[in-house]
Antibody, heavy 121, light 108 residues
Framework: QVQLVQSGAEVKKPGASVKVSCKAS????????ISWVRQAPGQGLEWMGWISAYNGNTNYAQKLQGRVTMTTDTSTSTAYMELRSLRSDDTAVYYCARVGTRAQRWVFDYWGQGTLVTVSS | DIQMTQSPSSLSASVGDRVTITCRAS??????LNWYQQKPGKAPKLLIYAASSLQSGVPSRFSGSGSGTDFTLTISSLQPEDFATYYC??????????FGQGTKLEIK
């Protein structure tokens, strides 16, 4: 069965960086993309970006350009999301999601369990 | 960028009610529209894709409709487990998948 297992909660100081991992299993990792989505406390879902696990191509949300980097390690079927220059408003639960297809439409069909990143001095 | 706007932001209803949530795109997205359900402390779950197709395992009381810029999610007869937050998402823009702001469905 498809599973995405994320790394544990992090507490960071403003200005620091965080790197969250997402280990995939149960499918051919390089056949699908991975997107990252975050959710601030009590807020909605914010799409952060996408990475192709096949060739490493990326596309980031404009508001995060320059601060976020998404990578993959195909040898371990793991995706990573690094966010730099952290601010208090980056405090959120960060999710990875597999980007699959249904009826030739992109969907987020499997999700990780979420990783809480807290930014506090 | 394509903006997605949901209404209402919150909704109170009773078990057995029929409810409808609306999602509007800032430009035409054909039928590239997905709906997700999220319960507190859990990851979102795919409900509907391509505007009106039910994801496997999702009860038939859920349905979606629309095309172009206006879409709806309907729950025909609310069950206790349906009280959650619902999000629409466009997948029209290649590799850019924006969400609506969410609709919280609460028990009246």
């Amino acid at each position: 069965q498809v599973q995405l297992v994320q790394s544990g909660a992090e507490v960071k100081k403003p200005g620091a960086s965080v790197k969250v991992s997402c280990k995939a299993s149960g499918y051919t990792f390089t056949s699908y993309g991975i997107s990252w989505v975050r959710q601030a406390p009590g807020q909605g879902l914010e799409w952060m970006g996408w990475i192709s696990a096949y060739n490493g191509n990326t596309n980031y949300a404009q508001k995060l350009q320059g601060r976020v980097t998404m990578t993959t390690d195909t040898s371990t079927s793991t995706a990573y999301m690094e966010l730099r220059s952290l601010r208090s408003d980056d405090t959120a639960v960060y999710y990875c999601a597999r980007v699959g297809t249904r009826a030739q439409r992109w969907v987020f069909d499997y999700w990780g369990q979420g990783t809480l990143v807290t930014v506090s001095s | 960028d394509i903006q997605m706007t949901q209404s209402p932001s919150s909704l109170s209803a009773s078990v057995g009610d029929r409810v409808t949530i609306t999602c509007r795109a800032s430009q035409s997205i054909s039928s590239y529209l997905n709906w997700y359900q999220q319960k507190p402390g859990k990851a979102p779950k795919l409900l509907i894709y391509a505007a009106s197709s039910l994801q496997s395992g999702v009860p038939s009381r859920f349905s979606g409709s629309g095309s172009g810029t206006d879409f709806t999610l309907t729950i025909s007869s609310l069950q206790p487990e349906d009280f959650a937050t619902y999000y629409c998402q466009q997948s029209y823009s290649t590799f850019m998948y924006t969400f609506g702001q969410g609709t919280k469905l609460e028990i009246k």
